[in-house]
């Protein structure tokens, strides 16, 4: 096993089938810009995938590509969105669960988890990953962070609700054998040149002290009053 593997967050794929919150139109790529990540993932066993948001284009179009390269991903599905227009659907979620994906969860609105008040906790932190654990016929034990934000009261909800994995957007490099897992996310402005630096993140004993002094303050840091 590699001793740090880079691992990438893909949201949506091509035109967009629902309409998109302000802002969100940035982390969607064109088929070329996700084909291209893909064939320098290709072989690597150190670059792994993963899904946020549970879009249409997750079955529609990344999946045939991922099967095309022999390449295997973990799915971060939205419980609340699931049939929705323009989001996967319980086929979808079949068809990726027979292909070999795995499905973790995203929570149920594709809320802020700093701001969770009342019923939200509950909903977001432990019934997502029980009813996709019902759709998918198997434990959901990891999840993805919305919007990569958390602080520690959010860390210690999910480690109450059993969640044996945790992925944020905090950049960088993960460690196997950890709980917490920064990924990179991909931006609509992503150039071919740029996609080596994505799988190769700079290891500089400076870039990495800055990133780990970075997730230090999120994790530790209390609630927003
Ligand atoms: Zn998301």
């Given amino acids: 096993m590699p001793d740090s593997v880079v691992v990438l967050t893909v949201h949506g794929i091509g035109a967009p089938k629902r309409s998109l919150d302000p802002g969100e139109d940035r982390?969607?790529?064109?088929?070329?810009?996700?084909?291209?990540?893909?064939?320098?993932?290709?072989?690597?066993?150190?670059?792994?995938l993963t899904f946020d948001d549970g879009n249409e284009s997750d079955v529609e179009l990344a999946l045939p590509r991922l099967l095309e390269r022999s390449l295997t991903a973990e799915f971060f599905l939205l419980a609340g969105r699931i049939g929705r227009s323009g989001s996967?659907?319980?086929?979808?979620?079949?068809?990726?669960?027979?292909?070999?994906?795995?499905?973790?969860?995203?929570?149920?609105?594709?809320?802020?988890?700093?701001?969770?008040?009342?019923?939200?906790?509950?909903?977001?932190?432990?019934?997502?990953?029980?009813?996709?654990?019902?759709?998918?016929?198997?434990?959901?034990?990891?999840?993805?962070?919305?919007?990569?934000s958390y602080d520690r009261v959010v860390l210690s909800r999910l480690k109450e609700a059993g969640m044996e994995r945790v992925y944020t957007s905090d950049g960088g490099r993960s460690v196997p054998g950890r709980w917490v897992h920064p990924r990179t996310s991909l931006h609509d402005d992503l150039t071919q040149a740029a996609v080596a630096g994505l799988v190769d993140p700079p290891r500089t004993v400076k870039a990495t002290a800055r990133r780990a002094a970075a997730r230090a303050v999120k994790r530790w840091r209390p609630a927003p009053g």
């Fill in 27 to 48: 982390t969607w790529v064109t088929v070329d810009q996700f084909e291209r990540v893909l064939d320098v993932a290709v072989g690597r066993r150190d670059v792994r």
């Fill in 88 to 148: 996967v659907d319980e086929a979808g979620v079949r068809a990726l669960l027979a292909a070999g994906m795995s499905v973790g969860s995203h929570g149920w609105d594709h809320v802020d988890w700093r701001r969770l008040g009342g019923d939200s906790v509950a909903r977001e932190i432990v019934e997502a990953p029980r009813r996709l654990a019902e759709l998918t016929g198997r434990p959901v034990r990891r999840v993805a962070i919305p919007f990569g």
